[in-house]
């Protein structure tokens, strides 16, 4: 019943809405999935438009079957707090085209590409949504010759990864660019629905900013005044009326060897970066017509530290070199080669892509609240030396579909963890993307994506936490109205034994919704 009173609340709102301006309101409602959990979706979304700006909000409820909303889009116990709940209700804030001109987005981020995606490529910070919501910005711009692209993942993070690049022409035909992009604390990958420093893994108020431990189990936090038996030996720990049963006539023991739980990690205080620096060359080889063919060749390096698996010393990072790529538009197909070189290892083209949120740092628990968090640049040392090539192709399929793959085939040294030593072995990536470019009779929208990166065969279907796979289907129902079906898959080493095959490793996100605009 409360359902379908706020429903219809917020269908007459947004009609009243549209009656009072002439700018567009779009929203939803229907089922979704979060952290494993079926909640209802009520979502409205008014779009402003204001020239080359325009401005979409995010007011969207989630409502279980018993009325309850879920808190973590509606959280105002603090500032912090009413400052991320704000700029969750942004869905975007956009100004021009991306490509031409002057251009800025902020809020979700779906395909980020700096040069020719040595460091960045492809890089999502929405592949959580809506478990994790991330309002980022890209943008680009050009002032005096020099072209600037750059982003940022998540205001809310305070500018955790981000990233820029500068290109401009240096004579006789050839561009020159120069990428930055780093993550100021790896660590923030870990979810803290609290914004209390303390990861959700290791905080047993995940919900309460205030508390974070609870030595003895007992539901009271150690620094509540209501926990008067920290370690639960039943020695009480204090000497007040807070005791049961006190009173001034009771011989009182106090507790003088308190066991308490250790601290646990303070993301706000602790961090583990990674930088990244790239330079590339660009030049024009055949421009006639629908042929169009560029050569360029990159350098790109990580800048930070990662583990050496065979005897667990720290060691630097390494470089990609990628001597010779092409570039080829042939009317409605496009296509890229390239030869990559990995001279020394620990490096991996691409570092900040699309997975790279899921993959950013997973923490493994080894005693109540303490472990080891696993980075992702922890892992750049199980790759050696390798050298091979890469390929991508996007084509339209006349005027109906889109089809985008690309595939890496990459050979040389791979740590393997069964044998605990280095092997030859291939180092493969593939994606793989079909869309529907216009409405077919009453299919709307239709696409579906599968992606496996860094894996010996993609083909194996072995699951890893680079493989996502999902799709988006939408059907019109008529009078401004589609029903759209959304399911999404990823994987997250949770408990950082190496692999995805453990509960609860498997995320699914699904989604059946309505969507309507007046």
Known sequence: MYF???????????????SQTDKSVQGAFGAVTIDGKIWNQVALRPILPFGKLSIALDLVFYIDQDGNIHKDEWQFSSAKMIKNTLLDKIYYVKYGNR???????????????????GLVNRYSNSLLYPQVRKVGMEFRTQQFGVSVHGFTNDFKENIGLSGIRLSAPIGSGITMGVSWAGDRNQYLGLKDSDNDGRPDLVDDFPDNDDYWLDSDNDGWADDSD??????????????????????????????????????????????????SFGIDFGTNLLNDGPIKVDVYAQYAALLGETTNPENGETVDAGYGIIPLGFAMNFGPAKF????????????EFGYFNNSYEIERATFYSEDENQGRIITKSSKLGFFGKQNGFYSQLTMNLGTLFDVGLTYQNLDGDQWNDDIEKFEPSANQSFTGLFELKKPISKINKAQFYYQQRNVPNPFDFEY??????????????????VLSYIFRRSFQDLNGDGDVLDDEEMINMTSIETSFSF
């Open 4 to 18: 379908k009173t706020l429903l219809i609340t917020v269908i007459l709102t947004a009609q009243n809405l549209y």
């Open 99 to 117: 490509w031409r001109g002057n251009y800025f987005r902020i809020g979700a981020l779906d395909y980020v590409q700096m040069g020719y995606g």
């Open 226 to 275: 209501l926990e008067w038996d920290i370690d639960g030996d039943g020695i009480t720990d204090v000497l007040d009326d807070k005791i049961p049963g006190w009173n001034l006539d009771m011989v009182i023991y106090l507790d003088t060897n308190i066991i308490r739980k250790p601290e646990p990690i303070n993301i706000s205080k602790e961090s583990k970066p990674i930088q």
């Open 336 to 347: 890229s080669l390239e030869y990559r070189m990995v001279p020394k290892g620990n490096f």
């Open 464 to 481: 890893s936490e680079t493989t996502i796979m999902g799709y988006n289907v939408g059907i019109k129902l008529g009078n401004g109205m």
